[in-house]
Structure formats: structure tokens, C-alpha cells
T-cell receptor, first 113, second 114 residues
Framework: GAVVSQHPSRVICKSGTSVKIECRSL??????MFWYRQFPKQSLMLMAT?????????EQGVEKDKFLINHASLTLSTLTVTSAHPEDSSFYICSAREGATQYFGPGTRLTVL | SQELEQSPQSLIVQEGKNLTINCTSSKTLYGLYWYKQKYGEGLIFLMMLQKGGEEKSHEKITAKLDEKKQQSSLHITASQPSHAGIYLCGADMLGRGTGNQFYFGTGTSLTVIP
């Protein structure tokens, strides 16, 4: 089946730095990818829809200048958390759609000190 | 805001007991997915339901989609500690972007006491 990878799986950074998370579709092309965030004991919240070759669409309440999304190719979307703060510590998961099916990455755990 | 509401929000059961988790939408669902997860880990796909009245089972887990395709239930029979985790329903819905976006329900945290 289709596989989506994320890198890194875990990252620890200092407050004020920026962190980039990569999401790759390994054996298929994805014009649309999605980014989710999850806090402990909560569900996955859709942050934004990443569209290849165009601007991402952000969900209400998600700061586009804080969470920069770049979908430069049909197999790669990146999420950059700019000027990260401890409250950005979370679990981030991406997904890519192939046809009608969503494939999810394994997630990235971000800890901001 | 999430348009898929799950109940209960959390559940603590004794091993061996049966339990049911519900997922409700105000809109008709054209594909309802159930996942299991532990925080900080990836999603485990359980089942997908598409047709009204559809029911699927895998091992001790049964999922149903009602005739109106607005409510789904996940039933676990004779629960075991290995069933513990967060259960999420998910579905494609019209959102802010072009076409459909995939949204998750509010989640149900299940604890099974040995």
C-alpha cells in the first residue's frame, strides 16, 4: 500500500528557534497533503491543507505566519514552526491523499524547551 | 471546531466488559473511518464504512454506520488491556480548502483495567 513518511520523528528545540518537518509520499504523487496537530489526550485537529504549487489553506485559528507550509513538489510538503514556543510542543501528523484514500504519516513529536 | 462529535470523551472499563463509542455528524457522511491511536504514535486503521446500515467486524471490534449515514458506533466485545488507547472517527467533509478535507472526531480515550 501507499506509504507516507515524516522526518524527523522527534525533535527538541529551544524557544525562539524554527523547526521544519517534512512529509513525503513515497510511492505516489499527492497534489494535496494535510497537516494535523494533536495535544495530549486530545484528538487530531486539522491545521491546514497543503496544495502543490499554490498556497496552503489554513483552518480557522491557525496562524499562517507561524506555521509555514510549502508544497514544492508532488511528493513533499514541509511544515515550518517559526519562532517556536513551549505551547507549540505537540504531536504533528501529515497525510496525503491518493484517490479517495488518506494515508497518514507516523507523526513528529515536537518539544520546545 | 470539529463537526464530528464522539461520545463518551473518555471511558474506563474493567477487562472483559463490552463497550460502545459513538461518532455523530450533523452532515451526511460518505465515508466514515475508525482509527486507534496512542498519543505520540501513528494511527492504526480499523475500519471504513460507506453504505447506510453497513456493519463490519474485525476480531472483537464491530463498527456500524446508521441508515442516514450520520452516526457510527464502534463496539468492543470482551475488552482487553490491548484495546486501550484513543479511538478516532474521521471523515471527508467540505472545509475551507478546495474540495474535501479529512476531519477527525473529538476522540474517545479508552482505559481497560486488568
Amino acid at each position: 500500500g501507499a506509504v507516507v513518511s515524516q522526518h524527523p520523528s522527534r525533535v527538541i528545540c529551544k524557544s525562539g528557534t524554527s523547526v521544519k518537518i517534512e512529509c513525503r509520499s513515497l510511492d505516489f504523487q499527492a497534489t494535496t497533503m494535510f497537516w494535523y496537530r494533536q495535544f495530549p489526550k486530545q484528538s487530531l485537529m486539522l491545521m491546514a491543507t497543503s496544495n502543490e504549487g499554490s498556497k496552503a489553506t489554513y483552518e480557522q485559528g491557525v496562524e499562517k505566519d507561524k506555521f509555514l507550509i510549502n508544497h514544492a513538489s508532488l511528493t513533499l510538503s514541509t511544515l515550518t514552526v517559526t519562532s517556536a514556543h513551549p505551547e507549540d510542543s505537540s504531536f504533528y501528523i501529515c497525510s496525503a491523499r491518493e484517490g479517495a484514500t488518506q494515508y497518514f504519516g507516523p507523526g513528529t513529536r515536537l518539544t520546545v524547551l | 471546531s470539529q463537526e464530528l462529535e464522539q461520545s463518551p470523551q473518555s471511558l474506563i472499563v474493567q477487562e472483559g466488559k463490552n463497550l460502545t463509542i459513538n461518532c455523530t455528524s450533523s452532515k451526511t457522511l460518505y465515508g466514515l473511518y475508525w482509527y486507534k491511536q496512542k498519543y505520540g504514535e501513528g494511527l492504526i486503521f480499523l475500519m471504513m464504512l460507506q453504505k447506510g446500515g453497513e456493519e463490519k467486524s474485525h476480531e472483537k471490534i464491530t463498527a456500524k454506520l446508521d441508515e442516514k449515514k450520520q452516526q457510527s458506533s464502534l463496539h468492543i466485545t470482551a475488552s482487553q488491556p490491548s484495546h486501550a488507547g484513543i479511538y478516532l472517527c474521521g471523515a471527508d467533509m467540505l472545509g475551507r480548502g478546495t474540495g474535501n478535507q479529512f476531519y477527525f472526531g473529538t476522540g474517545t480515550s479508552l482505559t481497560v483495567i486488568p
